[in-house]
């Protein structure tokens, strides 16, 4: 009989097994079967996916003098989406299989059809096709991917809003009419003239949100990868028109350093370039990460022209032009360079980087693996576990007031069940990049051991021993010296 293999790699379905088991992240309304496109996050996910916001906040607004911060409303005037065009150009090509009803993303439909199918391509790019083009080649090539059916019966291809929307109040009528935002960036568009005067901003300047965005996408695929609700991390850097193009390389030589600075290897990333932009876009580019299911998008960079803050200067009649006191007054409406990042999409990237199933046997014994998330400390869930040899002769009890030390600067679990190298395997499988051993000697003032603890590193899994009163201080040191 042939040996069975284990595959040791990660695919998706061990990351969503790991989010589920380790309380990372669950299915919305699981107990009635599940809400499509909506997921929980759970004790250790709300910290991870809080942790990976902070940092984008502190590198975005802290590290960039020129940075300032907003949190605008989800609900804003609906007039605010006809003048950016989302109520008429925000929307996907659908089509919808007539054997079966499943509706399809036309486009993505030909993208997978052409990923396994190499050498039956459209001929150009699917971002650059015509309706009608995207109709006849999935007529004549592809089976539905639901129902598999070889008849290849599909209604036409059309166009589908993505903005949820409902009405404000009991009255239902187009002025009563209110959408959920579709991205987080038209509220700084909007407050852009108040945050000038208010904050004395001079260009070039930006402005950094995070926030939740919702999109009625016509399919919800991979897990928290493509969802109804989702939150991006969005900046806008209104510069002086004419210097939009060095400010966009720029930014997109920053962008792209924030996920090497946190762990992610160069040949993990990708630049996608569009061939076709979006509707008030001069140039695009994306950041794709290396997912266990390809290369996807995690963040775009785009070039927006003066287009947003024009249209809401034309629907608003509200004048949106800044005054150049640094250029002889002169008047004009900034050009915006945006970076838009899905902090859902990053959390799903940091973990598949972060996993490995880890083979830690000495040399000549049987395989022994343990999983371990490799995650940056600066966003692992919990910073510090703490855990006694033992839970009694008083190991417990110095064991929880170091904790109470460590709670008051870092993220800490106490841990005392079971082995302690079982807790160490359930803490580097979350991630945890520091735990706090507390034995015998630490208690014994005869020891030279006194009033020390292990200090045992996640990745290395070396031990040092390390004084009590220098603890704090040398978790500090080390989460500062990370390297992966
Ligand atoms: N303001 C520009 C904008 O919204 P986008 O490329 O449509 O640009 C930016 O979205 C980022 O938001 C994407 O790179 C992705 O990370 C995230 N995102 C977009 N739609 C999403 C969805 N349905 N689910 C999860 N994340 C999404």
Redesign the pocket.
């Known amino acids: 009989m042939a040996e069975k293999t284990v595959d040791h790699s990660c695919t998706l379905d061990k990351i969503i097994s790991l989010c589920k088991r380790r309380g990372f992240v669950y299915q919305a309304s699981e107990i009635y079967g599940g809400q499509a496109g909506a997921w929980d996050y759970g004790p250790l996910g709300v910290e991870f996916k809080r942790n990976i916001q902070n940092e984008w906040w502190h590198y975005m607004t802290q590290l960039h003098d020129d940075v300032v911060g907003l949190d605008s409303a989800i609900f804003q005037h609906h007039t605010t989406w006809k003048a950016s065009g989302h109520a008429d150009h925000f929307s996907d090509p659908m089509i919808d299989c007539l054997e079966c009803q499943a509706r399809h993303r036309a486009d993505k439909m030909i993208e997978d059809f052409v990923a396994a199918n190499p050498d039956k391509n459209p001929g150009k790019p699917v971002d650059t096709m015509t309706h009608e083009e995207m109709e006849n080649f999935i007529k004549t090539n592809i089976n539905c991917p639901v129902c598999g059916s070889k008849e290849k019966k599909y209604t036409s291809v059309r166009e589908f809003n993505l903005m949820f929307k409902t009405y404000q109040g009991p009255i239902a009528d187009e002025s009563h009419l209110i959408y959920l935002r579709?991205?987080?960036?038209q509220g700084i568009f909007t407050d852009f003239k108040s945050i000038v005067q208010s904050n004395r901003m001079k260009i070039p300047f930006g402005v950094a949100q995070v926030g939740k965005?919702f999109?009625n996408?016509i399919i919800f695929k991979n897990f928290?990868?493509?969802?109804?609700e989702?939150e991006?991390m969005?900046m806008e850097y209104f510069c002086k028109p004419g210097t939009e193009d060095e400010t966009f390389e720029r930014w997109r030589k920053d962008r792209w350093a924030f996920y090497l600075k946190y762990g992610i290897p160069e040949n993990q990333l990708k630049w996608h370039h569009h061939d076709k932009l979006a509707h008030y876009a001069k140039d695009a580019y994306?950041i794709t990460y290396n997912f266990p299911i390809g290369f996807e998008?995690?963040?775009?960079i785009?070039s927006r022209t003066d287009f947003d803050l024009s249209q809401h200067q034309e629907y608003s009649k509200k004048d949106m032009a800044y005054i150049d006191q640094e250029d002889g007054n002169k008047k004009y409406i900034p050009y915006v360079v945006?970076t838009?990042?899905?902090l859902?999409?990053n959390f799903l990237m940091f973990l598949c980087e972060a996993y490995e199933e880890q083979n830690v046997a000495e040399a000549g014994q049987p395989e022994d693996y343990r999983t371990v998330l490799h995650l940056h400390p600066k966003l692992a869930p919990i910073t510090v576990a703490v855990l006694p040899l033992m839970k009694k002769d008083g190991l417990a009890e110095k064991a929880k007031e170091i904790q109470n030390i460590l709670k008051e600067d870092f993220v800490t679990d106490y841990d005392q069940s079971g082995t302690v190298g079982k807790r160490y395997r359930r803490q580097d499988e979350v991630g945890t990049p520091f735990c706090v051993t507390v034995d015998y000697d630490t208690l014994d003032s005869a020891s030279a051991n006194f009033n020390t603890v292990t200090v045992r590193n996640r990745d290395t899994m070396a031990q040092e021993r390390v004084k009590l009163d220098e603890l704090t201080g040398y978790i500090f040191n080390q989460i500062k010296n990370y390297n992966k």
Do not use: K, M, V
Not at 182 to 185: A, F, G, R
Not at 297 to 300: S, T
């Open positions: 579709p991205e987080t960036c965005s999109r996408e928290i990868f493509r969802t109804a989702f991006q969005e994306d998008e995690i963040e775009g785009h945006e838009s990042a899905g859902n999409r």
